[in-house]
T-cell receptor, first 112, second 114 residues
């Protein structure tokens, strides 16, 4: 069974601090997505990484896919209260199907 | 507006009473999927469909059924709900952009089985 271990599970920081969320697995994924979820809503896609070693930037968010396509990280620079939410990583099965594995999520709280 | 809709949004039912949660998407996506979200466990895939009449099990299919008779609809059926199926359910759809599988989620259905 494929697993995606996400860490930390909870993070409470001050506005302006930097943070990194990790997503690790022993399995290879064809792609990995990062989502953000607000209370009472469905997850919303932030980014997809496909190529090993790929780095994508979305304003103050930097996403990286590991060279072996088994892990990923999300780095937020100068966090703001608006970044508060649940961040989820999800890996797409490498066998050509549509099986998707989600990490348990990182709940981020940024204090003003 | 491109969207995934789910109904109902909230449902309280009793053990054993059959129920269906509907899901519809207006983006002409081929791929659709159902997930359940439980505290500390993230989202777990129940079933997915890669096209009309093509469905397959995810990680937690026991106690659930699905059908895909039309491209836009993917209902989730609980033939005999039990309390351990109390959860937050999400439907999602995706186009088939090669390996990306970017998914668009519905607003969720909160189900309580007593």
């Amino acid at each position: 069974t494929q697993l995606l271990e996400q860490s930390p599970q909870f993070l409470s920081i001050q506005e302006g601090e930097n943070l990194t969320v990790y997503c690790n697995s022993s399995s290879v994924f064809s792609s990995l997505q990062w989502y953000r979820q607000e209370p009472g809503e469905g997850p919303v896609l932030l980014v997809t990484v496909v190529t090993g070693g790929e780095v994508k930037k979305l304003k103050r968010l930097t996403f990286q896919f590991g060279d072996a396509r088994k892990d990923s990280s999300l780095h937020i620079t100068a966090a703001q209260p608006g970044d508060t939410g649940l961040y989820l990583c999800a890996g797409a099965d490498d066998t050509g199907g549509f099986k998707t594995i989600f990490g348990a999520g990182t709940r981020l709280f940024v204090k003003a | 507006e491109a969207q995934v809709t789910q109904n109902p949004r909230y449902l309280i039912t009793v053990t054993g009473k059959k129920l269906t949660v509907t899901c519809s998407q207006n983006m002409n996506h081929e791929y659709m999927s159902w997930y359940r979200q439980d505290p500390g466990l993230g989202l777990r895939q129940i079933y997915y469909s890669m096209n009309v009449e093509v469905t397959d099990k995810g990680d937690v299919p026991e106690g659930y059924k699905v059908s895909r008779k039309e491209k836009r609809n993917f209902p989730l059926i609980l033939e005999s709900p039990s309390p351990n199926q109390t959860s937050l359910y999400f439907c999602a759809s995706s186009s088939s952009p090669g390996q990306s599988y970017e998914q668009y989620f519905g607003p969720g259905t909160r189900l309580t089985v007593t």
